[in-house]
């Protein structure tokens, strides 16, 4: 059995008087991709912001990489050194070049070199196939491209687990495969991800497991082939009807 | 119309001198202000928005208490309430270094960081709560994520209101003169007392201060183009 690197336990949520995590249960073993999915409204995005302390618990209990979070004390500056994030919207740092965002965070929290961050840094842009955007400012770049560099920007941390709300729902249809292609890549090399997504195909493609919540619950967690070829329950049966017959 | 323009009584004498002393008096008094002022707004501005209630409160309490008595009031209050209350060598230390300059600039000071704060706010209100967010889930400090990205990003925004209040403290610094700071409009008093030619002593100090504020109007309008966000809406000017 792998190790298991994230750990829900009865966890719940409330946002005021709506409950949006209902006890959720839910592991995910080291180099795992879990994709999760379900209506809007499901509680899918607050479910991996959970894992970073975006958002606080307020019942149950949540391991990261061995850490309680809910713990009091637990210091979550240095474990979100160690889990990474991509948002739906980028949130690329709009004052600063494609570099000093990449190098931000390497610099002034693990107390990197400016040089070394930077040799960091322009690897991670090969990788991520934009080598040549480096001085460029985010609004010069598409969205695609924006959402590459958020990828390259997470990485430069060197993360052990990396979470995706929805990376290419904010992009025109003929960004969002530059952008699951270096998610695919990310997959295949061993990440450990979390990923709330849309894109069944991805799912289908890359995923060890797809968890569809509804109403703040996991409803379903299956491999891809079974989830996609035969959903057990009703609520799933009618999600995908919609978003696969569009 | 009888009136005799006499326009040399602004260099004759020691007029001369009194208008430059005056000059530097109001930019040395203005310059640490709105030093004082930006580092107060700055600070209290974001403690306004900080995720924690007793430091956003105690910067409420700052901005309320300062921004709503009048700068005058306040040039009083530091200028003849405060010393009293400081130990007896720090009093004849300040009353033998220009006790009345260093009770102007705080008043000024203190009263713009008020108004300040306001505008330093609003421009890290205008900023995408993601971006704090994202400056989080990298593993920033709140201090940090303040520091590296919101201050930045806000203070680029708010240039142009920024501006504004800092023109209005350097005009403001005239009302030092009411402590006696020699500040310029307390040296054109001076020279229209002494040569009884009050329109022309007027008209240099209105001329000064247009050419001072219209100067420091052009250096804001260098700052905000030099350090615009790509991609905002291009301002004009």
Excluded at chain 1, 34 to 51: A, E
Excluded at chain 2, 166 to 185: F, G, P, R, Y
Aim: charged share 15%.
């Amino acid at each position: 059995m792998s190790e298991t690197v994230i750990e829900f336990k009865a966890v719940d949520k409330w946002f005021g008087k709506l409950h949006v995590l209902r006890a959720v249960d839910l592991a995910v073993s080291v180099g795992e991709v879990v994709v999760v999915c379900g209506p809007s409204g499901s509680g899918k995005s607050t479910l991996i912001r959970c894992v970073n302390g975006l958002e606080a618990i307020q019942g149950g209990e949540l391991v990261v990489l061995g850490e309680s979070i809910t713990r009091p004390g637990v210091r979550m500056p240095a474990l979100r050194t160690r889990v990474g994030m991509v948002f739906q919207s980028f949130n690329l740092f709009p004052h600063m070049t494609v570099l000093q965002n990449i190098t931000l965070a390497p610099v002034r929290v693990k107390g990197l070199s400016a040089a070394e961050a930077e040799k960091t840094a322009r690897a991670l842009l090969e990788r991520v196939r934009i080598p040549d955007k480096a001085a460029a400012y985010p609004a010069n770049l598409s969205g695609g491209q924006q959402q590459r560099v958020a990828i390259a920007r997470a990485l430069a941390m060197q993360p052990r687990i990396m979470l995706f709300d929805e990376p290419t729902s904010a992009l025109d249809p003929e960004m969002i495969n530059e952008v699951l292609d270096v998610m695919t890549d990310l997959a295949k090399d061993g990440m450990t991800m979390m990923v709330v997504t849309h894109e069944m195909g991805f799912a289908r493609r890359v995923a060890h497991r797809v968890v569809f919540m509804d109403g703040g619950s996991i409803v379903e967690e299956a491999a891809p082939e079974a989830f996609f070829a035969a959903a057990q329950s009703d609520r799933a049966r009618e999600f995908l009807s919609k978003i696969l017959t569009h | 119309m009888n009136y005799q323009f006499q326009w040399g009584v602004l260099w004759s004498g020691q007029s001369g001198s009194w208008l430059l002393q005056g000059v530097l008096t109001t930019l040395g008094i203005s310059a640490l202000a709105w030093i004082l002022a930006a580092a107060l707004g700055i600070l209290s501005g974001a403690l306004r928005t900080v995720p924690w209630r007793p430091l956003r409160a105690a910067a409420v309490f700052y901005v309320e208490f300062f921004r709503n008595v009048p700068l005058l009031v306040w040039m009083f209050f530091w200028y003849f309430g405060v010393p009293p209350l400081l130990p007896r060598p720090v009093q004849d230390w300040l009353f033998n270094h220009g006790a009345e300059f260093w009770a102007g600039m705080f008043a000024l000071g203190v009263y713009h960081g008020a108004r300040m704060s306001e505008v330093i706010r609003s421009g890290i209100q205008s900023i995408p709560r993601t971006q704090f967010e994202a400056s989080m889930a990298m593993g920033l400090t709140t201090f940090q994520a303040y520091r590296l990205v919101i201050v930045p990003i806000a203070l680029r925004l708010i240039v142009p209101p920024a501006t504004n209040e800092s023109l209005n403290l350097l005009k403001n610094s005239s009302v030092a003169l009411t402590i006696s700071v020699a500040e310029l409009t307390f040296q054109t008093r001076q020279i229209e007392t002494y040569t009884a030619k009050a329109i022309e002593a007027l008209t240099a100090g209105t001329l000064i201060y247009l050419v001072l504020c219209v100067s420091i109007a052009a250096v804001m309008a260098w700052v905000e183009r030099r350090f615009r966000i790509p991609g905002l809406i291009a301002r004009g000017g």
